[in-house]
């Protein structure tokens, strides 16, 4: 979710077009690399879709994520009649949730490759939410950095409401505000509905939705006052 002022409609349908030719021989008929949803207040939210069964590699999907990323922007640019080949926010803060690995460290890689300062969240647990760890997030924040961007690590779960709502004051408090938040924490318990027990069934709904929705939350009344 990011605020971005200006009519968003361009991008919205170049990013529809980039879906169309950049899915080709990647995915299966009909299904996209990701959607550009736009509201009415000029608000973004980006959601990425993806189907082991298509997309068995987590690194080779992470890759086409970056590049798709770095194509929209282009394609929206061109849109809209700009000449620049590359699209910058500079002095924008960004929140990337699960951003030790996978598709949420190519996020907050990109993202602060073009100029914005990130919060490296992750929680530092193995794929199914078990131990933990803030040398995960320290490791990205540590790349980040040696590519010249600006980052902080934060490792709370976003399952913790208050821990969520300190990474966001942090953020203020160093930064001065955040602009854009994406809700990539997740944690897989792939197991077949007969097998799996209710209390899996409830960690990751906690995870992935009622997570989701606790960073929301937690920066909801900072973006509106600042739209």
Known sequence: VTNVPGPMEPMYFAGAELVKSFGMGILAEGQGLFHVVTSYNGNVILTFLADRQIMPDPEFYATCISRSFSDLMGAASKEKGLSMSKVEFNDRVAIVTGAGAGLGREHAKELARRGVKVVVND?????????????????????????????????????DMPAVEKMVADAIAKWGHVDILVNNAGVLRDKSFHKMTMEDFQFVMDVHLTGSANCTKAV????RERQ
Do not use: N
């Open 220 to 223: 909801w009344d900072h973006m």
């Open 123 to 159: 929680f530092g647990g193995a794929r199914d939410g078990t131990g933990g760890s803030a040398t995960v997030a320290e490791q990205v924040v540590a790349e980040i950095e040696a590519e010249g961007g600006e980052a902080m690590a934060a490792g709370c779960s976003v399952t």
